[in-house]
């Protein structure tokens, strides 16, 4: 398994929740780090994304703000802390990786992703 995503839940609107992502990728710190997410009968959006080299932040416009991208290349993981979560928040997240030949790119298309997590459930009561 290259990405084993977890920490995914039920939680109130107003709670935070923290994704985490473990990867098995070499050399992690070339791969482009995103979060998705599908809510109920939509497509899969982009959500957040960090940089191999871990300075550059990319976010949707609706988790601006509320979500916090992280990652740790020493131990290959990548994280997103999710706070004041909103009902609308409600969705399947993955992780997903893109190499990149530098390590300072942005990547927010799906298709460009080419390992995915196998998603983990969010869901946020009102």
């Known amino acids: 398994v290259q990405l084993q995503a977890s920490g995914g839940g039920l939680v109130q609107a107003g709670d935070s929740l923290r994704l985490s992502c473990a990867a098995s990728?070499?050399?992690?710190?070339?791969?482009?780090m995103g979060w998705f997410r599908q809510r109920p009968g939509k497509e899969r959006e982009f959500v957040a994304g960090i940089s191999g080299s871990a300075d550059i932040t990319y976010y949707a416009d609706d988790v601006k703000g509320r979500f916090t991208v992280s990652r740790d290349n020493a131990k290959k993981t990548v994280s997103v802390q999710m706070n004041s979560l909103k009902p609308e928040d409600t969705a399947l997240y993955y992780c997903?990786?893109?190499?990149?030949?530098?390590?300072?790119?942005?990547?927010?298309?799906?298709?460009?992703?080419?390992?995915w997590g196998q998603g983990t459930l969010v869901t946020v009561s009102s």
């Open positions: 990728l070499m050399p992690f710190s070339h791969y482009y």
């Open positions: 997903a990786a893109s190499f990149t030949s530098s390590t300072r790119v942005t990547v927010t298309t799906a298709s460009r992703f080419k390992f």
